[in-house]
């Protein structure tokens, strides 16, 4: 496989929405070596696309899904430090995690994307989020031309939010590989009231049973194609902004936050404003989960941007509440 295509290149399976959109190059680097010789040509850098919303169609795009492998740096009786390529997929990295004996990110079973990208976005799911596992990435700056290892504290990782989504760095820092300290003691995480409903309590020592229950549940509120995952983030409230939304939503489910803050479920805010299930063309709120927005076949771009513009302005009349995307939204 070549490292770069040219020409009209459909990207439909090069994200996750699958909207018909061109790049103008394709850069596949397979290694470390390849990045650093083709990453000036790069516009725009994504893994697998899946949290992604192409508008329209893209100069050169730079994807380090082919980028694989993985080592063990260190390990004593409590912890193990691994390094793992950007591309390798995640929900198969937490599958390889729980076979070896390292434990820790179960939760986050199932989320689609890439390793890299799941620092970018710092995931979360179910109570976790890759932050503590964090230890550095390696990757190379296009702005200085030169290899950085970043370590995890310099990554600045917030709820869904890292440095890689600044001005500063997005676009100009590709990911390479990623250095994670796990457990080497299973302890659960059963914090979420879905996955307390549907834990075995004679199961719940089990690591695969909980990767499992994660699994289905994401199953059944997840489409099987042509979705982002959430499209838009769940928001954080201060203690008065909460108390200014309960009084026009007493019921509205919160979570108090380490910071003293309060995040709020976005989705209820979009199903009690009524858009569950709501479509513009062939860009539908999703039924199940009316966190995603869904491509039902056939959507365009403009659809599903037109949607999504729906979504912030009912919410935020509704509720007095601005809806952020979780998505990328290229361009800006």
């Not at 979360?124 to 700056?141: K, T």
């Not at 820092?173 to 409903?197: A, C, N, S």
């Not at 409230?237 to 939304?245: N, P, V, Y």
């Amino acid at each position: 496989m070549s490292a770069v295509a040219s020409g009209a290149i459909p990207l439909a399976e090069y994200h996750t929405l699958n909207l018909p959109v061109y790049a103008e190059r394709l850069l596949l680097p397979q290694s470390e070596e390849e990045v650093a010789s083709i990453a000036d040509q790069a516009d725009i850098i994504i893994g697998e696309g899946s949290n992604i919303f192409p508008r329209k169609h893209l100069p050169a795009v730079l994807s380090t899904r082919y980028l694989r492998g993985y080592r063990v740096l260190r390990e004593d009786t409590k912890h193990v430090e691994v390094e793992v390529a950007a591309g390798e997929n995640w929900d198969a990295w937490v599958r390889l995690c729980i076979a070896c004996g390292w434990h820790g990110i179960e939760n986050l079973a199932a989320i689609p994307g890439t390793v890299g990208a799941a620092v970018v976005q710092n995931i979360g799911a179910y109570g976790v989020e890759l932050a503590p596992f964090l230890v550095s990435v390696r990757g190379w700056n296009k702005s200085i031309e030169a290899w950085q290892e970043i370590p995890a504290e310099a990554c600045k990782l917030t709820y869904r939010h890292s440095i890689f989504q600044t001005p500063e760095w997005r676009d100009k820092f590709i990911i390479t590989r990623v250095t994670l300290r796990l457990k080497r003691q299973y302890e659960p995480v059963l914090t979420y009231p879905d996955v307390q409903r549907r834990v075995d309590p004679s199961r719940q020592h089990d690591p695969w049973h909980l990767y499992q229950t994660v699994r289905a549940i994401r199953a059944e509120k997840l489409p099987a194609t042509g979705s982002a995952g959430s499209f838009f983030k769940n928001p954080i409230l201060s203690a008065s902004e909460l108390q200014q939304l309960r009084e026009k939503a007493p019921d509205v489910p919160f979570y108090p936050q380490p910071d003293g803050r309060y995040k709020v479920s976005a989705a209820w805010l979009i199903d009690k404003a009524g858009l569950k299930g709501y479509q513009i063309g062939a860009a539908q709120v999703y039924p199940r989960q009316p966190l995603v927005l869904v491509n039902t076949g056939g959507a365009t771009p403009e659809e599903l941007w037109q949607l999504a513009q729906y979504v912030q302005k009912t919410v935020y009349e509704r509720w007095g509440i601005k809806l952020e995307p979780e998505v990328r939204i290229i361009p800006e």
